[in-house]
């Protein structure tokens, strides 16, 4: 089984520090980790050297599977929009493999366009997509790639309310089927708590906290990282949920 364990882990940008000091216990195949915090906490920058796309401090201990490497589906994916969504998908799926496509690749991309509800977008351009189709079919290409560590940037942003619920689900439910370690970075915080495993905090390139979301997620700690004042509902044997009720610094405005 796959484990990711960060110990140390630092990124600078020049002189700026933006990450220090980044220590997790294993993080486990299976699991959902929701990685949230507010905007430049280094969420981003955390995934890009996770992906071994940056180099840093510390040390990325990926164990129980000889070259396996973390899949990345970066926050602003671009898009060639000369392809199909579905030859999207193909190479995709043959990224680093051979180029041969066989009965198997194509199940798997029938799998992926069928559990991401994107059937009839298949022979559309990307070009031609919206925003919100775009992320979907980002994620179809990652998803195609069979990955066992999976780092999403943001992966519902673009999404509707019903596609939101729908993608969340279904990485939860493949984390558990097909064992993968999947990150996402959330804003959502109530996606957080419904949806995560486990939740990391990160504000200013530092760990703030790390573990089960109605431990994590409490008031005081929306209250330092967010610079909100809110209360957590529903926790008693129910689905916890954040009500912001306004600003720390003014209280008083909605
Ligand atoms: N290529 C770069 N060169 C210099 N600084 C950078 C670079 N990329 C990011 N940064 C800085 O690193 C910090 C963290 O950025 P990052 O994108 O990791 O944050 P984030 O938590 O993902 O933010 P958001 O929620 O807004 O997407 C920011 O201050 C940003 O300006």
Redesign the pocket.
Known sequence: MVTLQLSCVGVR?GQ?E?LADISTPPLHAGEVIAVI??????????FRRIAGLLAGAGEIRITGRAGCRPCYLP?DAATNAVLTVYESIVLARKQGSSWRVGERDLAAIDAVLHDLEIEHLAFRGLGELSGGQRQLVSIAQTLVRAPQILLLD?PTSALDLHRQFEVLSLLKRLARERRICVLA?L?DINQALRFADRVMV?AGGRLKAIGVPREVITTALLGEVYDITARIEGGDGGMPYVVVEGSSRSPSAA
């Open positions: 940008y700026r933006i915090g507010p905007n430049a906490a280094g969420k981003s920058t955390l926050q943001e970075s804003h990160l």
